[in-house]
């Protein structure tokens, strides 16, 4: 069995090298479609990154009355972090949303004028809730509204909560960022499919070039199995360069991007392909593997049986 | 051994290669099947090989019809034949050692075996000195000469020769008929199949004539007669 095998990939090996310019280029193409394949992948990491950019700018705000106790706050604010769609609940108290609120007003002098007039600090403190995913703040809004679910009596101590004001743009947002990944989805799909027929179109190509050779093979006597091992191997070649080539040539593709093009992906591309190499890497090398044997077992199905 | 009852074959209704065709072939005998181009003579080799199905009828090795076989049991039964081709059927890719490597390789013959049968049987055929050549960087006569060092290598049972002189000068036809009466003269069925007269009229053995896909003679120690 291991003879079979060990004669079975030295002839993959052998056949490569002896049909020269058509395996380079069923290499090429596996080449362009890994290519594609990681090309989405650090496509999908841009707009992963950006999404999350956008989907930490959304969040719900609970202004409370200037005179409601810090115990009562605390207890809501526990009672909202047990909520399985929360994923962060920070507090602010009333003297640091005054001081945060005179850090911002800083160069307006009439509006600190003012309020050193009033001599009491006329802001409340107010909760920062940050849901898991966007479309889960219209769920936390309804919770937060409805008086059984929270601390008793606490209603009476919210002032406002901000969700019903930005309740369009968080909506509106909500569907971008799904359509967002919808579009990505299909054309990671397109683009794949694409690459697939086209690699799959070469090796057949490749396949029928040898099928009088095939033929030959099976009238010496020659088993299934031997006749398509050595084709078999060669596809799986075919990924193992394929995946090389293109993983080399994203090095300095990724490289030129991180370095001109960072603040306008808000991601630096070369730093995300570095430190995620072996996984890309993984990935592309099952890809291309899996791509050049399984065309090679269909191409060559049509002329075994003979 | 052979055996061919009421076989007959139709590409379509008005193409017919092979009209009810009853044959023996013994086991050691040198059978040649001559007849005109469109005679017939190739479908029936290839039958034998199971390489075309019968419209009807059967072709039988010993007790075994040979187009009810698996694909495994087929592959077991070509192992036990060797053939030659007109056309020679070499593998390109491969040098004259690796083409005949391969057919021992598809017996599950050793290494060690393959190191040492493959340059006496190339020697045989006196293609020694082109043991590392590959197939278009020889002759036709030597490329014949190298298809039938593949077709005996495994030592068949029979062997069957398609035409294998329809390449070849009258020295290469001479050398390549010599062979096969040699391989006979061992004991190994050889089915010819040839519209050379001379060649035919050399061998002089059993002759099966042929014409519009029926056996029109069958004769002991014939000549060609059409």
């Known amino acids: ?306 | 051994m052979i055996y061919f009852n009421n076989v007959s074959k139709k590409y379509d209704k008005d193409s017919t290669a092979l009209e009810d065709v009853n044959l023996t072939i013994k086991a050691g005998e040198f059978v040649s099947i001559v007849g005109h181009s469109g005679a017939g003579k190739t479908t029936l080799a290839k039958m034998i090989l199971a390489e075309e199905k019968p419209t009807t009828g059967s072709i039988c090795f010993e007790s075994v019809d040979v187009h009810k076989l698996k694909s495994k049991d087929l592959t077991k039964l070509r192992q036990r034949i060797g053939a030659v081709f007109q056309d020679f059927k070499l593998l390109t890719n491969k040098t004259a050692f690796e083409n005949i490597a391969f057919a021992m390789e598809a017996v599950g013959k050793s290494d060690e075996e393959i190191m040492n049968d493959v340059p006496h049987v190339l020697e045989l055929v006196d293609l020694q000195n082109k043991i590392f050549h590959f197939p278009h960087q020889m002759s036709g006569g030597e490329k014949q000469r190298l298809a039938i060092a593949r077709a005996i290598i495994n030592q068949p049972e029979i062997i069957i020769a398609d035409e294998p002189t329809g390449n070849l000068d009258p020295v290469s036809t001479y050398e390549v008929i010599q062979i096969l009466k040699k391989i006979n003269d061992l004991g190994t069925t050889v089915i010819l199949t040839t519209h050379n007269r001379g060649v035919v009229e050399s061998v002089g053995k059993r002759v099966i004539t042929m014409e519009k896909g029926k056996v029109v003679r069958d004769d002991k120690d014939g000549k060609y007669v059409i």
């Open chain 1, 1 to 306: 069995m291991m003879n079979k095998l060990r004669r079975v990939i030295n002839a993959g090996f052998i056949n490569f090298k002896r049909n020269g310019l058509i395996s380079w280029a069923s290499v090429l193409v596996v080449t362009v479609t890994l290519s594609v394949i990681t090309g989405i992948i650090l496509l999908q990491a841009i707009l992963n990154f950006s999404l999350e950019q956008i989907k930490n700018k959304v969040d719900v705000t609970i202004y409370f009355t200037v005179d409601a106790p810090e115990v009562k706050i605390m207890s809501l604010k526990e009672s909202i972090e047990k909520l399985p769609e929360v994923a962060e609940v920070t507090y602010t108290s009333a003297d640091e949303a005054l001081a945060l609120f005179r850090e911002r007003h800083s160069d307006d002098y009439p509006t600190i004028q003012a309020l050193d007039e009033i001599n009491e600090n006329p802001l409340g403190a107010y909760l920062n809730i940050r849901a898991k995913e966007v479309s889960q703040y219209e769920s936390i809004a309804n919770f937060l509204s409805s008086d059984d679910a929270l601390v008793l009596g606490s209603s009476s101590i919210i002032d406002k909560v901000n969700y019903h004001q930005n309740k369009v743009v968080i909506e509106r947002l909500n569907s971008i960022i799904s359509g967002a990944q919808k579009l990505g989805f299909l054309v990671t799909l397109f683009l794949v499919i694409i690459s697939v027929i086209i690699t799959f179109n070469t090796i057949r190509l490749a396949i029928f070039i040898a099928k009088e050779e095939i033929g030959v093979m099976r009238l010496v006597g020659a088993s299934k199995m031997r006749v398509r091992g050595p084709f078999v191997v060669e596809g799986a070649i075919y990924g193992v360069i394929a995946t090389i080539l293109s993983t080399l040539i994203f090095w300095p593709i990724t490289a030129w991007l991180g370095h001109n093009m960072t603040n306008f992906l808000g991601v630096n591309i070369y730093d995300y392909y570095v430190s995620n190499f072996f996984q890309i890497f993984l990935i592309v090398l099952l890809s291309g593997i899996a791509l050049g044997v399984v065309s090679s077992l269909l191409a060559i199905r049509r002329y075994l049986n003979r």
